[in-house]
């Protein structure tokens, strides 16, 4: 209960999206009875067929910006929430949608389309945080909903989420995965990957492929350089980033055509 001695309002929005990080907060079985507890789930059409209406304690938001509509919405869900969380790689990057951005999506319809005139599309997929301000950001593709449940309570208790910042490594390191960027020379993003998953492709031998977005304080220059000595092309590693999380800012200037040559021939961060 709050000061008011009801129930906090939840609100779970999605925009453009696969509907995975709302289905994590169903995914949560016995835990989500506690959650339906505490809270009086207000909006959230993927559990319940409720209208929109009033307003918000707290709004999850999933998904990126693609259309013109959606800008009008999420400047109304904006102005009905008291905190906006959003959650994923789609909400916090732009997603798998933000490939886009690197092309031309004019040609796109075309292509695909036989009447592209009948399509409205933005010419880019941004994240929630290039629209309205965001109180807090929940990487993963999908989240993890161990995280998702502490964002949930933080917020209720009126602090902040603790949600680690390091990278991929350290849950290497604490389940005694071998390094397979060291052991098997395959290509890791790993080191500059924000934790989370659990390294859970690390887990089965495999490299890390950025479902969480960069971590914080990480040198992706860096990164680019060491991958590229493996034998990694300029190719290789701007598909490498070019995934789940392309649109983040960090990512995003790894792989910049210009910046990575100058990267990699000079050895400089840029």
């Not at 959650?35 to 999850?60: C, M, N, T, W």
């Not at 990278?167 to 890791?188: D, H, L, N």
């Not at 950025?210 to 304080?217: D, I, L, N, S």
Request: with cysteine; net charge neutral; glycine share 8%.
């Amino acid at each position: 209960m709050n000061a008011t001695g009801r129930k906090p309002r939840l609100g779970v929005f999605k925009f453009a999206s696969c509907d995975g990080c709302q289905l994590s907060l169903l995914d949560c079985e016995d835990e989500l009875l506690a959650v339906a507890e505490a809270v009086k789930i207000g909006y959230f059409l993927e559990a319940i067929r409720q209208p929109l209406e009033g307003e918000f304690d707290l709004s999850l938001v999933e998904g990126s910006i693609s259309s013109p509509e959606q800008i009008e919405q999420i400047l109304d869900v904006r102005r009905r929430s008291r905190f906006l969380v959003t959650i994923g790689a789609c909400a916090t990057a732009g997603g798998i949608q933000a490939l886009r951005n690197f092309g031309n999506v004019k040609e796109f319809l075309e292509v695909v389309y036989a009447r592209p005139d009948y399509i409205k599309t933005l010419p880019t997929s941004t994240p929630i945080a290039e629209h309205v301000p965001v109180d807090f950001e929940l990487r993963g593709c999908p989240i993890n909903k161990q995280q998702l449940l502490e964002v949930i309570s933080a917020f209720l208790a009126g602090r902040r989420p603790a949600i680690p910042n390091h990278s991929v490594c350290m849950e290497c390191k604490r389940r005694g995965i071998v390094c397979v960027m060291v052991a098997r020379g395959t290509p890791c993003l790993g080191p500059v990957t924000h934790a989370g998953c659990g390294a859970l492709c690390t887990h089965f031998a495999r490299g890390c492929f950025g479902c969480y977005g960069p971590a914080k304080g990480t040198n992706l220059p860096s990164m680019m350089q060491s991958l590229h000595a493996m034998g990694q092309s300029p190719d290789s590693l701007q598909r490498l980033v070019h995934t789940f999380n392309a649109w983040s800012p960090d990512f995003r200037d790894a792989a910049a055509p210009g910046r990575l040559h100058l990267n990699l021939v000079n050895g400089q961060e840029i």
